[in-house]
C-alpha cells in the first residue's frame, strides 16, 4: 500500500467509524430496550454475563458464537475500566459489539479487493478506497451494524476465512470457518467455498495442461460455448475420479474436510442444523429464492448489470440461442410453478420489507410470478457475464454455494442474501469512477431512507402498545 492510499483509507476508515459512532447514537436513543430479534439476543447474552451458561432459549436457532465473544470482548473491557452494575452486558453495550465488526469488515473488504485484484494495475488506490467504502455500508448489512444482530459477525469470521484462504494458510482459514459457523450454521457453505477455491485453482492448471496437450485453441479455461463446458464438466469429472488426483485434493483441503466433517458429525447428533425452535425453519427445496437473490442483486449492483450495453449483448445473445433461452425459460417456469412456498412470517410481519415486495409485487395478481421470468433470465445472464473474468471452475464452484445457501430456505430474507452477494461483488471487475460514485450514492441514499424509516416513522399494532418500526 503506497503511503497516499494508506492515508485515503486510513481516513475513509476513521471517518465511516465516527459518522456510524454518531448514527449508533441516534439509534440507541430512539430505540432503548431490545427490537424484533433482539429480544431473543439480548438476555441471552445476559445470562451469559452472568455465567449462566447452561440457560438457553429454545427460540434461538442460531449456535451460541455472538453470545461468547461478547462476554469475552465486555467482560475485559469493564473489569479494565471498572464498568459495574446494569452498564455491564446492557443493550447499549451489546450492540456496541457490531459496530466494532463493522470496523473490522471495512478492512476485511478492503485487503480482499487488494488480493483479489492485484493483477490489475489498472485499478487505482483510490478506486479500491471507493469499492471498500461502498461494500462496508452495503444497505443490508450495515443497518444490523446497530442491532444485536448475529450477521455483521457472521460476515467478518467468513470474510477473514475467505482473505486467509486466498493468502494461502488455510488452517487459519479453517478456523475461522469454524468462528463463522458458530454464528450461524449455514456458514459451513462458505468452508466449502474456502476449499473450492483451491481445488478450482488446480482444476483450472490441469485444464490448462490438457489444452497444450491437445493444442487445441478453441477451448480455453473461460467460459465458452456449450459444447466447451460439455467438454469442461467431461474434463471435471474424469480429473475427480482419479485416486491420485482425489489424494492431492485431499492433502491441499484437509483443514476444511476436517471442518466439514465435524459439521456433519453436529448434524446428526443434532438431528438437523437448526438448533431450538425448528417449526419456523423447515428446509425445502425453494428453487425460486435463486431468482429473488438475482432480483436483490440487480437492484443493489445496477451499474455494473443493469446498463444499456448488457441489455444490447443480453439481446444479442437472445437472438443467436433462442432454443436454449425457451429451454431456461421453461425450466423456470415449472420451478417457479412446483416450487413456490410463502413462509407465514412474510405474510405476517408488517415491519419487514419482504412483506410489502410481497404484497405489493408478487400478490397483486397470481400470474406475476411467472411474468417475471425474463426479467430473472436477464438477470443471470447479466450475473454470470460479469463473473466471466474468472474461471468456469470457480464459476461453478460459487454457483454450486449459491445454490446450497440460497434454495433450502423457505423464508425470503434479505438477510441470507449478504454474504453471497459480498463474495460476488468482490470478485467482479471494477466498473469506471463513475458508476462507483453512483453506486456509492445508491447505497448512501438507500441508507437514509432506511434509517429515516426505522426512527421517524414508527406505527402500533392494534394488539399492542409497543413501537413498531420498519427495518429489513
Not at 440507541?28 to 440457560?55: I, K, N, W
Request: net charge positive.
Amino acid at each position: 500500500m503506497e503511503r497516499a492510499e494508506a492515508y485515503g483509507f486510513s481516513g475513509a476508515m476513521s471517518g465511516a467509524f465516527l459518522l456510524s459512532c454518531l448514527l449508533f447514537a441516534a439509534v440507541s436513543r430512539r430505540q432503548r430496550g431490545p427490537y424484533m430479534d433482539e429480544v431473543f439476543h439480548v438476555p441471552q447474552a445476559q445470562a451469559y454475563c452472568h455465567g449462566r451458561f447452561l440457560q438457553w432459549d429454545p427460540m434461538i436457532t442460531t449456535l451460541p458464537g455472538l453470545y461468547l465473544l461478547s462476554v469475552g470482548v465486555v467482560k475485559p473491557a469493564a473489569w479494565l475500566l471498572g464498568w459495574t452494575g446494569s452498564v455491564v452486558c446492557s443493550v447499549g453495550m451489546l450492540r456496541f459489539i457490531n459496530l466494532l465488526f463493522s470496523a473490522g469488515n471495512f478492512y476485511l473488504l478492503y485487503l480482499l479487493l487488494f488480493k483479489i485484484h492485484q493483477k490489475n494495475k489498472a485499478v487505482s488506490g483510490f478506486q479500491r478506497i471507493l469499492s471498500t467504502l461502498t461494500l462496508a455500508i452495503f444497505p443490508t448489512l450495515y443497518f444490523f451494524t446497530f442491532l444485536y444482530y448475529t450477521d455483521p459477525g457472521s460476515v467478518f469470521f467468513t470474510l477473514f476465512s475467505y482473505l486467509m484462504c486466498l493468502y494461502g494458510n488455510h488452517k487459519t482459514s479453517a478456523l475461522l470457518g469454524f468462528c463463522g459457523f458458530m454464528f450461524r450454521q449455514t456458514n459451513i457453505v462458505w468452508t466449502v467455498f474456502c476449499a473450492g477455491n483451491v481445488v478450482a485453482e488446480k482444476l483450472n492448471e490441469a485444464w490448462k495442461i490438457e489444452l497444450q496437450k491437445k493444442k487445441d485453441e478453441k477451448i480455453s479455461s473461460r467460459k465458452g460455448s456449450f459444447s466447451d463446458l460439455t467438454r469442461i464438466l467431461q474434463f471435471l469429472v474424469e480429473y475427480l475420479i482419479s485416486p491420485k488426483n482425489l489424494v492431492t485434493l485431499s492433502a491441499l483441503t484437509w483443514p476444511y474436510i476436517i471442518l466439514v466433517s465435524l459439521f456433519f458429525v453436529f448434524v446428526l447428533i443434532n438431528g438437523g442444523i437448526v438448533v431450538g425452535d425448528r417449526s419456523s425453519h423447515e428446509a425445502c427445496l425453494h428453487f425460486p429464492q435463486l431468482f429473488y437473490f438475482l432480483s436483490f442483486t440487480v437492484f443493489f449492483s445496477f451499474p455494473h448489470l443493469l446498463t444499456p450495453t448488457k441489455i444490447r449483448k443480453f439481446l444479442s445473445s437472445l437472438r443467436k440461442h433462442p432454443v436454449q433461452y425457451s429451454l431456461i425459460a421453461v425450466i423456470s417456469l415449472f420451478l417457479i410453478w412446483k416450487f413456490t412456498y410463502v413462509h407465514k412470517y412474510l405474510l405476517a410481519d408488517n415491519r419487514h420489507y419482504t412483506f410489502y415486495v410481497w404484497r405489493k409485487v408478487f400478490q397483486r395478481h397470481e400470474l406475476v410470478k411467472y411474468l417475471l421470468v425474463p426479467f430473472y433470465i436477464f438477470a443471470g445472464w447479466s450475473f454470470a457475464d460479469t463473473l466471466k473474468s474468472k474461471s468456469i471452475f470457480w464459476i461453478l464452484m460459487y454457483f454450486a454455494c449459491l445454490l446450497a445457501v440460497t434454495v433450502p430456505q423457505k423464508l425470503l430474507e434479505f438477510r441470507y442474501f449478504i454474504l453471497p452477494f459480498l463474495i460476488y461483488r468482490l470478485n467482479i471487475p471494477f466498473l469506471s469512477l463513475y458508476r462507483q460514485l453512483l453506486e456509492l450514492a445508491f447505497y448512501i441514499l438507500v441508507n437514509a431512507v432506511t434509517f429515516y424509516l426505522f426512527l421517524n416513522r414508527t406505527f402500533k399494532w392494534e394488539n399492542s402498545d409497543e413501537v413498531q418500526r420498519f427495518m429489513w
